[in-house]
């Protein structure tokens, strides 16, 4: 059964997927870590595709940018498709001094001030927050691929580019709620898991250091960034 922005059927999808924003990151997955690769979406280009980790079954879709389109993304892979998880993999940009580019972070929890758990769900907390047993099994394929992750909580934000006069404000909040890095997509992923009774979990590479401005390119994001997807793909062989 096909929905408005999955041309998929019922059973194409696996019951765990991978989410990175770019659907093109999506499609580097495919080809570098999965067999048996067949595409199940190309609607608007957000390309999908379900194949084969270690003999796991997986799918891995790409959700746009902002809130409103994980969230579109992730309801309807929840309510139409049998997905019980989605674990998000993306880049993230950090508030910390001494967290370097290429390091990986784990979400405990979503902080926003987003409208859209409000306005969806009737939900007005300002923190979402990931599946205690999918953070665990990524904790776990961590330590088993040698990969350090740094738990803390991030701010999904609904802006990109801050005027001058708004950015000491963000900073700001990001201090005093201990906020470890800036994105715009958990918050929503987690509140749409929450309302459908599923699962979903994060994992971040840090492309930028918004204190020290140091900072990757576009090609390095869309190439470079495999420490997160290996502990992510590996984390669905325990679940």
């Not at 408005?4 to 580097?28: S, T």
């Not at 389109?69 to 309510?79: F, Q, V």
């Not at 918050?187 to 492309?207: D, P, R």
Request: some cysteine; aromatic content about 10%.
């Amino acid at each position: 059964m096909a929905t408005a922005h999955n041309k998929a059927n019922v059973g194409d999808i696996a019951n765990i997927v991978l989410m990175p924003g770019d659907p093109l990151r999506a499609k580097f997955i495919a080809d570098k870590f999965m067999l048996d690769v067949e595409q199940f979406n190309s609607v608007r280009n957000m390309f999908g595709f379900t194949g084969t980790y270690n003999g796991k079954r997986v799918s891995v879709m790409g959700s746009g940018m902002g809130i409103p389109s994980i969230s579109l993304y992730a309801y309807e892979l929840y309510k139409f498709y049998g997905v019980d998880k989605i674990v998000r993999i993306g880049s993230t940009g950090t508030y910390k001094e001494d967290i370097d580019i290429y390091s990986t972070i784990l979400a405990t929890a979503a902080y926003s001030d987003s409208s859209f758990a409000k306005v969806a769900y009737g939900d007005d907390s300002e923190f979402q927050y990931p599946s205690a047993k999918l953070n665990a099994e990524l904790k776990k394929a961590s330590e088993k691929l040698g990969i350090k992750l740094i738990e803390g909580k991030v701010w999904s934000s609904d802006v990109f580019y801050y005027d001058d006069s708004q950015l000491a404000g963000s900073l700001q909040k990001a201090i005093d709620y201990d906020l470890v890095c800036a994105e715009m997509e958990s918050f929503g992923l987690f509140a749409t898991a929450k309302n459908l009774g599923k699962e979903a979990a994060c994992i971040l590479t840090v492309s930028d250091n918004i204190i020290t401005h140091k900072e990757t390119t576009s090609e390095e994001r869309q190439l470079k960034l495999v420490d997160m997807m290996r502990v992510a793909l590996e984390a669905t062989l325990g679940v």
